[in-house]
């Protein structure tokens, strides 16, 4: 293996390089053609150019807007474990989740939101009173992101942090 | 006019009823149907709904997902500003701008970026290095709901917020 080539033989190297192209880092077109063709998402809907966008920028520390290997693993380790939670509340197989639902998942994940960031958080993401798989995840990608960005600004642990206005719209306005 | 109606006689109030439908509100659904009939992206792509719900998110003060009329009306102010703003940078009608003119742009609607703020946000909204109508739209959404987030929270125009991890959640989620 060549350069910038995982140790060992990482199943997913071949499959990563052939998705990356000539520049060796997945944009999300490219990202989005991938998941498509996988079949990731299934009998669900695949999904929006919009939800791939803000995979990568959720692990796009540097904001080239494109993603290396490593963040690469990292979001099909993320992906699988949402849509394995998915499928077990999607028990009639409809492609939906019930607002409830969603609420219980992101309780289950760990996040702990009160009752109005909860209801606020099941409006933006239902359609019709309901939540599909492409929101769903869309949801925990940006739940994920913004926690992290708060958590590492949080090292006291306190659960509050002062942003200053440049520092919070680039910790928000890309997710 | 019958309870609710607005003093006067507004010409959008007879559109607003129409496309609010039983419940005198207008959802993302009803908002991107309404777009699309008025035609207003003209030439260029209509809006995506996902949009269509951070519009509507950008007013949604309590949470319901739904505007009423007044809120419809600052929309319509906000998005004939920025459609005029699109315009002017794109002389050429290609339905698209270049990643430094969404800087001007955001430079002159009056934010302060740093640099890599900027080319955080340019980034988000690209695709192949350009940015479409609908993606400019939702970017001046996204600086608009976010600053005034901030603002409304900066009392003593510090430049800086502290926020508590449920309240910032609540700002961002949904936009
Ligand atoms: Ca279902
Ligand atoms: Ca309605
Ligand atoms: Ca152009």
């Given amino acids: 293996p060549g350069y910038g080539a995982p140790a060992g033989n990482d199943p997913l190297w071949g499959y990563f390089t052939s998705i990356a192209g ?72 409809s492609g939906t989740v019930e607002p409830h639902e969603l609420s219980q998942a992101i309780t289950t994940m760990g996040y702990r939101l009160s009752p109005q960031a909860l209801n606020a958080v099941v409006k933006r993401y239902s359609k019709n009173g309901r939540i599909f ?22 090292q006291m642990h306190r659960g509050a942090v002062t942003f200053q206005y440049d520092d919070f719209m680039l910790c928000t306005m890309a997710v």
Avoid: H
Avoid at 61 to 89: C, H, P, S, Y
Avoid at 133 to 154: E, G, I
């Fill in 22 to 93: 000539q520049d060796g880092e997945v944009d999300a077109e490219e990202l989005q053609r991938c998941l498509t063709q996988a079949n990731f998402t299934g009998s669900y809907s695949p999904f929006s150019l919009e939800t791939c966008r803000i995979m990568i920028a959720m692990l796009d520390r540097d904001f080239t807007g494109k993603m290396g290997f490593n963040e690469f693993k990292d979001l099909m380790v993320a992906m699988n474990g949402w849509k394995q939670n998915f499928i077990m509340f999607d028990t009639d197989r």
């Fill in 133 to 154: 798989f492409d929101d769903y995840v869309s949801c925990c990608v940006k739940l994920r992101s913004l926690t992290d960005n708060f958590r590492q600004r949080d």
